[in-house]
């Protein structure tokens, strides 16, 4: 059973900076395999996919409305993921997720988990920007 917890939101005002991280375990073909990514989610919005990493960290896709500002790491020793959020601004503010599925966007990027019918694993963590 795939587990991933989330971590580093908070408050911060409009060109502020956050870092948050995920774990993840229970990957069948574990952490190292799997692309990965953050996705976020604000009340009355779709899950939009911030932002994705390739099994090795050889290859990275941002969303256009974070290029530039955001940065996507990962730590397989660690079974880490990791987002560097910088410039941020108050239409960042979302419940971020992680998760396994980006190798069902991005060929190539690595194994997969299609994304259970709530569409995130974790409970996610909560960034809030004010202006």
């Known amino acids: 059973q795939v587990q991933v917890v989330e971590s580093g939101g908070g408050l911060v005002q409009a060109g502020g900076s956050l870092s948050l991280s995920c774990t993840a375990s229970?990957?069948?073909?574990?952490?190292?395999?799997?692309?990965m990514g953050w996705f976020r989610q604000a009340p009355g919005k779709e899950r939009e996919e911030v932002s994705c990493i390739s099994s090795s960290g050889g290859m990275s896709h941002y969303a256009d409305f974070v290029k530039g500002r955001f940065t996507i790491s990962r730590d397989n020793a660690k079974n880490t993921l990791n987002l560097q959020m910088n410039s941020l601004k108050p239409e960042d503010t979302a419940t971020y997720y992680c998760g396994p599925d980006c190798g069902l966007q991005h060929p190539g990027y690595g194994s997969y988990v299609a994304p259970p019918p709530q569409g995130h694993w974790g409970q996610g963590t909560q960034v809030t920007v004010s202006s």
């Open positions: 229970g990957l069948r073909w574990g952490f190292g395999m799997y692309g």
